[in-house]
């Protein structure tokens, strides 16, 4: 299992291809290395990588892609619109013990109750912390009624109620019209889209090496080739992504003349700065937390194992 001691000085490495050239990533010792059209542009040691990201297409031998995968690194290769298109996964298959706790688990209401409480108080936190003025009781009651909630869908009610009112005020100054997940009916759903996507990417590989079964959710339920774990846990930590968006925008990091608006969908214009800018973004503010998303999918871990010992975790904003 990955230690804290030993995260904490892992990377998350973005590779971004630009257009028209050929390159490759691939094993020198214990370094992985990047060229393009024959040239070395840079390299660095496998044993400081969490995860890699690489956006557009690349060539990368079997070599790296086997010492990746044995030193528990994953791979995601992304389109240049920031999508996921493949994953080489690394991950702790023979964890039976720990996936036999999840498949026991009954009381799925309760937990899942304990994760959407922790998402609505991330978010009246993160209100706070952007110095907006919110109505309280709209949170406090969705809050009361995410520890009385009788079904799931009791539990999506008091979620749903929350956000919609949490998008409004976080981003009042933003041009903020609805959250529209994968539509990119604008310039913040398409960013909000691409934060959400490493998000998820970076507590899937997390949850992938402690051995879970990231199929098998809680509070979001069974459903064909859906990772409903990974739904699960990020919702706690999904506040951090929409901060960063609105930190953005007062510090005018973002630019509408980056993007352009085809067939219904905002994309990114073409060009290699762009792609890179607006993914550091999101990729430093994952960074900033890293520690804490590590000790709340441990404290996940560890209650899954033994509810008995260990108190349910929660992700503080």
Known sequence: MLTLPDFKEKKILLVNVEYGHHSLLQLVTDNI?????????????????FAIFIVGDI??????????????????????NLATKATVMAEAEGNFLL????????????VAQMIVKNKITNQVA????????????????NIALSETADTHQELLGAE?????????TLFADIEWVRRAPQTKEDVNNLLL?????????????????????????VYHQLFFQRKS??????????PIIDYQLLKSHRLKQIHKKDFVFIKGRYE??????????????????????????????????????????????????
């Open 33 to 49: 290395r990047f060229l393009r059209d024959g040239e070395v542009v840079n390299q660095i040691s496998t044993h400081i990588v």
């Open 59 to 80: 060539t990368i031998t079997s070599s790296l892609l086997k010492k990746l995968t044995a030193q528990g690194i994953s791979v995601f290769f992304l389109n240049h």
């Open 99 to 110: 996936r036999q706790k999840q498949y026991a688990e009954e009381n799925t209401l309760t």
């Open 126 to 141: 993160t209100l706070k912390k952007a110095k907006m003025e919110y109505p309280e009781k709209v949170f406090s009651y």
């Open 160 to 168: 749903g109620n929350a956000s919609k009112s949490y998008f409004q």
């Open 193 to 217: 889209d691409i934060g959400y996507t490493y998000l998820f990417n970076y507590c899937d590989a997390l949850l992938r090496l402690f051995g879970f079964d990231v199929y098998k959710g």
């Open 229 to 238: 774990l990974v739904c699960d846990i990020m919702e706690p930590i999904r």
């Open 268 to 317: 990114f214009k073409e060009g290699f700065t762009t792609h890179k800018t607006y993914s550091s973004l999101f990729l430093d503010a994952i960074n900033e937390n890293k520690e804490q998303i590590y000790n709340y999918i441990l404290g996940y871990y560890r209650y899954t194992m033994n509810h008995v010992k260990y108190p349910f975790p929660q992700f503080t904003i």
